[in-house]
């Protein structure tokens, strides 16, 4: 009898086995739904309005503006009626008017950033110094004045002059005058317009002005300082549209 039993008792074993051999695909499935449920229920309860404006206020002071961005219109999505919203909007707005500000702080220094360059008008250019008294724009480049009468050139259609009055002072007789360039912005870099031209300012008379007599007044081996008169036409259209600049280079 009692091995009967065992046998009765292993083949119900079995049996059992056989009948619950691991969940079914749909009992399977039915646990995943249960567990991502479950899952996303968590999640939501530690995402409170509350935690989302902490994240976006971290990342606000971090100058991540755009996860801040991201954590703070998902906030004003799920709870818009929140205290938490009405803050985050205003956090949004803080974020918007410093990217607005930034944006152009940028954009003037792209394009009229060389303005912060300390202007010099007295510089030592190897062995000249060259002061600048005066730059203008204007019509007419005048020059070679003796007193009576001047030279000039005038502009043509579509140009200005832009003008500078120097004076250069020589340590030497035979000194190299340094090039004086003028730039304009463009795209956020110094474009080349091109270079001014020299001529002398004054002349003692007309005699010397057309080389009857010696000025010394205008030769360095006599005279240490003398005035100059420089000038460049260019277009209109960049002097009314573009940051123009004049810059002496230190080395040619």
Same mark, same amino acid.
């Given at each position: 009898?009692?091995?009967?039993?065992?046998?009765? /008792?292993? @083949?119900?074993?079995?049996?059992?086995?056989?009948?619950?051999?691991?969940?079914?695909?749909?009992? &399977? +499935?039915?646990?995943?739904?249960? @567990?991502?449920?479950?899952?996303?229920?968590?999640? #939501? @309860?530690?995402?409170?309005?509350?935690?989302? /404006?902490?994240?976006?206020?971290?990342?606000?002071?971090?100058?991540?503006?755009?996860?801040?961005?991201?954590?703070?219109?998902? @906030?004003?999505?799920?709870?818009?009626?929140?205290?938490?919203?009405?803050?985050?909007?205003?956090?949004?707005?803080?974020? #918007?008017?410093? #990217?607005?500000?930034?944006?152009?702080?940028?954009?003037?220094?792209? +394009?009229?950033?060389?303005?912060?360059?300390?202007?010099?008008?007295?510089?030592?250019?190897?062995?000249v110094?060259?002061?600048?008294?005066?730059?203008?724009?204007?019509?007419?480049?005048?020059?070679?004045?003796?007193?009576?009468?001047?030279?000039?050139?005038?502009?043509?259609?579509?140009?200005? &002059?832009?003008?500078?009055?120097?004076?250069?002072?020589?340590e +030497?007789?035979d000194?190299? /005058?340094?090039?004086?360039?003028?730039?304009?912005?463009?795209?956020?870099?110094?474009?080349?317009?091109?270079?001014?031209?020299?001529?002398?300012?004054?002349? #003692?008379? &007309?005699?010397? &002005?057309?080389?009857?007599?010696?000025?010394?007044? !205008?030769?360095?081996?006599?005279?240490?300082?003398?005035?100059?008169?420089?000038g460049?036409?260019?277009?209109?259209?960049?002097?009314?549209?573009?940051?123009v600049f004049?810059?002496?280079?230190?080395? !040619?």
């Amino acid at each position: 009898m009692r091995n009967t039993y065992l046998v009765i /008792l292993i @083949l119900a074993i079995l049996t059992s086995c056989k009948t619950n051999d691991g969940p079914k695909v749909e009992d &399977y +499935t039915k646990l995943q739904k249960e @567990l991502a449920d479950c899952k996303k229920t968590v999640e #939501e @309860l530690s995402n409170t309005p509350q935690l989302r /404006l902490i994240n976006g206020q971290q990342f606000f002071a971090k100058n991540d503006f755009a996860s801040a961005r991201k954590e703070l219109n998902g @906030l004003i999505e799920k709870y818009p009626v929140s205290e938490e919203a009405k803050k985050a909007t205003m956090l949004l707005s803080d974020i #918007e008017k410093i #990217e607005t500000e930034r944006k152009e702080a940028e954009e003037r220094k792209r +394009t009229l950033g060389y303005k912060a360059l300390k202007e010099s008008n007295t510089l030592l250019i190897g062995d000249v110094t060259i002061k600048f008294n005066s730059i203008s724009i204007g019509g007419q480049w005048i020059f070679d004045n003796y007193g009576t009468e001047w030279r000039y050139r005038s502009a043509e259609r579509g140009e200005i &002059y832009v003008l500078s009055k120097i004076s250069i002072s020589a340590e +030497t007789k035979d000194p190299n /005058l340094p090039p004086i360039l003028v730039f304009k912005i463009s795209n956020g870099a110094l474009s080349l317009l091109g270079t001014m031209g020299y001529e002398f300012s004054r002349w #003692e008379n &007309y005699g010397t &002005y057309l080389g009857n007599n010696a000025d010394f007044s !205008n030769d360095f081996a006599h005279t240490k300082t003398i005035p100059f008169s420089c000038g460049l036409s260019i277009s209109k259209n960049d002097i009314d549209n573009e940051a123009v600049f004049v810059v002496v280079k230190k080395a !040619n």
